[in-house]
């Protein structure tokens, strides 16, 4: 897979106008190249591929990346590595990810590589990592599972009185203890009037009963996240509470049965929202509907009302409507989604009907 992601990128040189690239961030090197590990740079010529790293990862370097030749350097001389690739292989031009290269290593590299010229290549590998392969789709479906397992799991842990860091860090024990690497992001556990904050991380806060209780959480597996969101209620849920939530389910169906391919991600976007603003909670939906995931959380495509980008069957994206009031409390639904060539396939299997614990 990973000499098929090569060649795609490849194709994208003429295009660009680069001799060769240089890569430097996790999510798109490891992509590429297959390493786990990090501080590391790959340049990929029209012909030949070269994997730079230090002493602590050549040796996971020569178990994980094939079809590279492996260089070590000794810090800092990794720029006179580079140049002399650029000029043993007569390159003139380099791609860079621009967005991702802080202004400080930017310079550095202008200063030694001289007279080689830096092309911005313009979020090229962002846009082929929307589209997923097979191996990534059975690698992320692994993470939802797992995260589906902790959501079941947590349940039975949850409980007035405890607090949300303690609902935060039983979820990270469990899915590590399960198979994942780490947490796709800081988990968020926000209840009561807190569950009103879309990014509440977990507090010292005592859960209550009757508090609304938002879990938005996710894991890494083997390189790759998953995402899910689930609201519930500590106790017996009020008709307002109920009235909200089932809002917000009504709003995550009718995206979900949207999602097609083909379909432009701001009309996904509008499905959902149009029934929020009719219930008259238009203004508490800030955010948009969703994003892509894959190596990284928050990806290509974004679901909103500023998108431009067209949905792809491989695309597996986030569909998480949300209504949010300050001093009252929120509810939002996140699933994961497949596009596929017919429609979708849902990756977060949990239940999504109002539970009350």
């Known amino acids: ?74 810090p800092p001389t990794v720029h006179e590595y580079i140049r002399k690739i650029a000029v043993d292989n007569e ?93 796709s992001f800081d988990s968020i556990i926000a209840s009561g009037v807190r569950s009103s904050l879309p990014h509440g991380v977990a507090t010292e806060k005592i859960i209550e009963k009757g508090d609304f209780l938002t879990l938005d959480f996710g894991c890494v597996y083997e390189g790759y996240c998953s995402d899910m969101t689930r609201t519930i209620v500590v106790g017996k849920a009020d008709e307002k509470q109920k009235e909200i939530y089932n809002i917000v389910l009504e709003a995550n169906k009718a995206a979900l049965e949207a999602i097609s391919p083909n379909k432009p991600c701001s009309e996904i976007d509008k499905v959902a929202r149009d029934i929020i603003s009719i219930k008259g909670y238009g203004d508490k939906f800030g955010h948009g509907l969703g994003h892509g995931v894959g190596r990284e959380i928050h990806e290509q495509p974004r679901l909103s009302a500023f998108s431009k980008s ?25 699933d994961l989604v497949l596009v596929t060539e017919d429609g979708y396939k849902v990756l977060s299997n949990s239940i999504k009907e109002l539970i009350e614990l």
């Not at 069957?313 to 209504?323: F, N, S, W």
Request: aromatic letters at 10%; zero cysteines; hydrophobic letters at 40%.
């Open 91 to 183: 390159i003139k031009s380099i791609g860079i990810e621009e967005d991702r290269i802080s202004f400080s290593e930017y310079i550095k590299l202008k200063e030694v590589l001289g007279e080689i010229r830096l092309i911005n290549l313009e979020g090229t590998l962002e846009k082929l990592r929307m589209i997923k392969d097979e191996d990534e789709i059975q690698l992320i479906s692994k993470a939802a599972k797992i995260a589906d397992d902790a959501f079941l799991h947590i349940l039975n842990f949850i409980k007035p009185g405890i607090r949300e860091k303690d609902v935060a860090v039983e979820l990270e024990f469990f899915m590590k203890k399960h198979g994942a690497s780490k947490l």
């Open 1 to 74: 897979m990973v000499e098929k992601r090569i060649a795609k990128f490849r194709n994208e040189f003429e295009r660009l106008g680069i001799d060769a690239a240089l890569i430097i961030s996790d999510a798109n090197r490891n992509y590429l190249t297959g390493f786990t590990g990090d501080e590391s740079f790959a340049v990929i010529t029209k012909d030949k591929s070269f994997f730079i790293t230090d002493s602590r990862y050549t040796e996971q370097a020569k178990n994980q990346v094939k079809n590279f030749e492996i260089v070590e350097y000794k």
């Open 310 to 334: 067209i949905l792809q069957a491989g695309m597996v994206v986030t569909d998480e409507p949300g209504i949010y009031i300050p001093g009252y409390g929120g509810v939002r639904i996140e």
